[in-house]
Antibody
Framework: QVQLVESGGGVAQPGRSLRLSCAASGFTFSIYGMHWVRQAPGKGLEWVAV????????YYADSVEGRFTISRDNSKNTLYLQMDSLRSEDTAMYYC????????????WGQGTLVTVSS | SYVLTQPPSVSVAPGKTARIACGGY??????VHWYQHRPGQAPVLVIH???DRPSGTPERFSGSNSGNTATLTISRVEAGDEADYYCQVWHSNSFWVFGGGTKLTVL
């Protein structure tokens, strides 16, 4: 049974950093690409970043380019999102999601971790 | 950037058919995916590649895509179908794009 469990959310001041984690189980993590997607309060879903199965390719939404870094450790079955220079508009529930190489849909999602950026 | 437009809300009586539209320029040339998102839960893929149902999606859920509109159709609506629904495409300029979401209310 596929499980994706996000952690690391919390409250951070503007300009500070947070690192999110996504622990994967129930599937062969090392052959799947992974995304981060977020949902601000009262808003819709917004794609944030993607990383290929081996970490060799990474892409970011314009809204986070240069501030967020996606990475993965296949030996630990874990996905990460390093969030630097946080802004109030980064306040959101952050979800990780898996995808098969070549696929364009988000195949399975975690339940999310809440990030609040506030002074 | 590529934009997908959904109605904010759709209401339907139990047992009736709900149709949720997703508009986008020439969306018929893209593969559209649909997600169900209940409050406090993980989003769930219910339709991919316009009209295919992943395992676990009830047959009551179907999809179509042509021209400038994709549609998610839910037949014989049940109370448990009440949720937010999002369409999504991959676009070469905008990457992964979501519609604004539609809140389905079962009356």
């Amino acid at each position: 049974q596929v499980q994706l469990v996000e952690s690391g959310g919390g409250v951070a001041q503007p300009g500070r950093s947070l690192r999110l984690s996504c622990a994967a189980s129930g599937f062969t993590f090392s052959i799947y690409g992974m995304h981060w997607v977020r949902q601000a309060p009262g808003k819709g879903l917004e794609w944030v970043a993607v990383i290929s199965y081996d970490g060799s390719n990474k892409y970011y939404a314009d809204s986070v380019e240069g501030r967020f870094t996606i990475s993965r450790d296949n030996s630990k079955n874990t996905l990460y999102l390093q969030m630097d220079s946080l802004r109030s508009e980064d306040t959101a529930m952050y979800y990780c999601a898996k995808y098969a190489e070549g696929a364009t849909e988000f195949e399975h999602w975690g339940q999310g971790t809440l990030v609040t950026v506030s002074s | 950037s590529y934009v997908l437009t959904q109605p904010p809300s759709v209401s339907v009586a139990p047992g009736k058919t709900a149709r949720i539209a997703c508009g986008g320029y020439n969306i018929g040339s893209y593969s559209v995916h649909w997600y169900q998102h209940r409050p406090g839960q993980a989003p769930v893929l219910v339709i991919h590649y316009n009209s295919d149902r992943p395992s676990g999606t009830p047959e009551r859920f179907s999809g179509s895509n042509s021209g400038n509109t994709a549609t998610l159709t839910i037949s014989r609506v049940e109370a448990g179908d009440e949720a937010d629904y999002y369409c999504q495409v991959w676009h070469s300029n905008s990457f992964w794009v979501f519609g604004g979401g539609t809140k389905l209310t079962v009356l």
